[in-house]
């Protein structure tokens, strides 16, 4: 499979646990985006890198939680101090720059987190 | 504030209709929109874009409409298949080159298909 994955698929985890995802993009894009989605509501933007740089971050992207691609390839999203309001699907997708394929996205199948 | 929303939540059709699908933008500034598809437990998946000096867009058995008028888009679904049943977005970009272009999506539409 050459697509998008992340790991885990679900996580359950107490309040005030830390916790933290991995994203592997498509081997050639160089780039990644983390989104979050609560159920029944669309994605919504948290941060992009191009290669290891991050060079945007939503306001959603509260103190709490920090991204890496240390290496440009994969990518982690961490969050500390877990709150129940962080309970969403965890989505990373890439993307290739170039001429045709200036916006298009490609997902993984995202990571469940369950803050209880 | 500025957003992407749908104007239904869920749609039913049966097996062998046309489906459409309709979507609200109010960001006259937008120059590119996708249609995405996401089934129960996977990531959306790209069905077809479309950019804003273009009215109409065809790929397999699915077509956009952009109507910059009245800031509308729609997905056209022709001869809906029991594997079309899914949530579908509709996004725009809000971004720039420092965010990669990242998307706004609004709360899509779910589709349901019956036999």
């Known amino acids: 499979d050459t697509g998008v994955s992340q790991d885990p698929r679900h996580k359950i985890t107490k309040r005030g646990q830390n916790v933290t995802f991995r994203c592997d993009p498509i081997?050639?894009?160089?780039?990644l985006y983390w989104y979050r989605q609560t159920l029944g509501q669309g994605p919504e933007f948290l941060t992009y890198?191009?290669?290891?740089?991050?060079?945007?971050k939503s306001r959603l992207l509260s103190d709490r939680f920090s991204a890496e691609r240390p290496k440009g390839s994969f990518s982690t999203l961490e969050i500390q101090r877990t709150e129940q309001g962080d309970s969403a699907m965890y989505l990373c997708?890439?993307?290739?720059?170039?001429?045709?394929?200036?916006?298009?996205?490609?997902f993984g199948p995202g990571t469940r987190l369950t803050v209880t | 504030g500025e957003s992407v929303g749908l104007h239904l939540p869920t749609l039913s059709v049966q097996e062998g209709d046309n489906s459409i699908i309709n979507c609200a933008y109010s960001?006259?500034?937008?120059?590119?929109f996708i249609w995405y598809k996401q089934e129960s437990g996977k990531g959306p998946q790209f069905i077809i874009d479309?950019?804003?000096?273009?009215d109409k867009r065809q790929g397999q058995r699915v077509t956009v409409l952009l109507n910059k008028t009245v800031k509308h888009l729609s997905l056209q679904i022709a001869a809906t298949q029991p594997g079309d049943s899914a949530v579908y977005f509709c996004?725009?970009?809000?971004?720039?080159?420092?965010?990669?272009?990242?998307?706004?999506f609004g709360k899509g539409t779910s589709l349901l298909v019956t036999p």
């Open positions: 997708a890439s993307s290739q720059a170039g001429a045709l394929t200036l916006y298009e996205q490609y």
């Open positions: 081997s050639e894009h160089n780039r």
């Open positions: 890198f191009q290669n290891e740089a991050q060079l945007e």
């Open positions: 960001n006259s500034a937008s120059d590119y």
């Open positions: 479309i950019r804003s000096n273009m």
């Open positions: 996004a725009e970009n809000i971004g720039s080159s420092n965010s990669g272009y990242a998307l706004n």
